[in-house]
């Protein structure tokens, strides 16, 4: 509601909590002559990432609906569901610093959603990313947070709730330009594995800064390097998947340089280390250029294993589509006018 009082662009959609009108209106969709790339349908509450179901046919529309308002396989997140039309393109995620009052971007990230290669199988909570992402350059940087992460910071604030903290934006680059898919109030999550290892700045800085709404004193710092992170993922994930699976080989990935590795399923059992949820690890590298850093990610996450451990193979993978890779010491220069400070 929000974004459409403030004009902010995103997809096509209506909000329902009631069943019969959700179906009517997914009918009505379906049927629009120039409908052609799909509904998306959203449990509007917490899902763990997997709330969205992005459906090509009226069939698997009406199943996804029904899953989420009729079975409540999301419980009451799914009590009310948003409707959209799929917005098809590039993803990209841009996430700012605020204070309430002035925005900082962070480096441009590209998240991977879907769990197979070449954007196969359902969505996830995310299963690699890469910083910085050649999708949004400078001046569109400079665009997404003109016409997204300023308005949106603003129209909070003149609602009286302003909004101190990281704010996400979620976003599909499409043949129209960029439009949001969502947001967050929050890091991301792999985008965090990418950006921070990026950070020149204090955080800590950064944060005092917003609180104290100074945020516009503050030169926030990145470092001129590639990021990328891969995520290893329990067998099956993210349908069910066991836990407690012995994971080998993360202290000596670790203990390589530039290579970081994060734990997010897993838990310590005497000296052994245990898979403890879907997504297990997210093993970050970072080098001078985009190749280098996610070579070097694939050849630490090839010294990890535990059983049913999968990742994708094509995760910052150029393809034949892909803008030229962004280059270490250019994008100071480049990114500073958008207001994302790089040091070289
Ligand atoms: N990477 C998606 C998220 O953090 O929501």
Redesign the pocket.
């Known amino acids: 509601r929000v974004m459409v009082e403030e004009g902010i662009p995103t997809g096509v959609g209506a909000i329902f909590t009631d069943y019969d009108a959700a179906l009517a209106y997914l009918r009505s969709q379906f049927s629009r002559p120039e409908h052609d790339a799909g509904i998306v349908v959203k449990a509007s509450g917490l899902a763990a990432?997997k709330g969205v179901a992005v459906c090509s046919t009226l069939a698997e529309a009406e199943e996804a609906l029904h899953r989420t308002m009729v079975e409540s396989v999301f419980g009451a997140a799914g009590e009310k569901v948003l409707i959209e039309d799929c917005l098809v393109g590039e993803e990209a995620?841009l996430l700012a610093f605020s204070d309430g009052r002035t925005v900082v971007p962070m480096l441009p990230a590209r998240?991977y959603?879907r769990v197979g290669d070449g954007d196969q199988g359902p969505n996830t909570?995310?299963m690699g990313?890469y910083a910085p992402s050649p999708y949004l350059p400078p001046h569109v940087v400079q665009d997404v947070v003109a016409r997204v992460l300023q308005p949106a910071v603003d129209g909070m604030r003149q609602r009286g709730m302003p909004y101190v903290g990281v704010l996400?934006a979620?976003l599909m680059l499409t043949a129209q330009g960029p439009r949001v898919l969502?947001f967050?109030c929050r890091f991301?999550?792999?985008?965090t594995q990418v950006l921070l290892p990026l950070l020149e700045s204090d955080l800590v800085d950064i944060f005092l800064a917003c609180m104290a709404e100074r945020l516009h004193e503050l030169t926030v710092r990145w470092n001129s390097a590639h990021a990328v992170t891969l995520v290893m993922a329990s067998g099956g994930y993210p349908a069910a998947y066991e836990k407690g699976k012995e994971i080998r080989g993360v202290e000596a990935v670790d203990s390589l340089e530039e290579v970081v590795v994060f734990q997010a399923g897993t838990r310590v059992d005497g000296d052994r280390l245990l898979t403890d949820g879907g997504r297990v690890l997210a093993v970050t590298a970072t080098a001078p250029s985009q190749d280098r850093a996610r070579e070097r990610a694939y050849a630490a996450v090839e010294r990890i294993d535990f059983e049913g451990a999968h990742y994708r193979r094509d995760i910052a993978a150029p393809t034949p589509a892909s803008p030229p890779a962004v280059v270490a010491h250019e994008i100071g220069s480049a990114y500073a006018e958008a207001g994302v400070d790089i040091e070289a």
Do not use: L, M, V, W
Not at 188 to 191: F, I, L, M, S, T
């Open positions: 990432g995620s998240d959603k909570g995310g990313c996400y979620g969502e967050n991301g999550d792999p985008e």
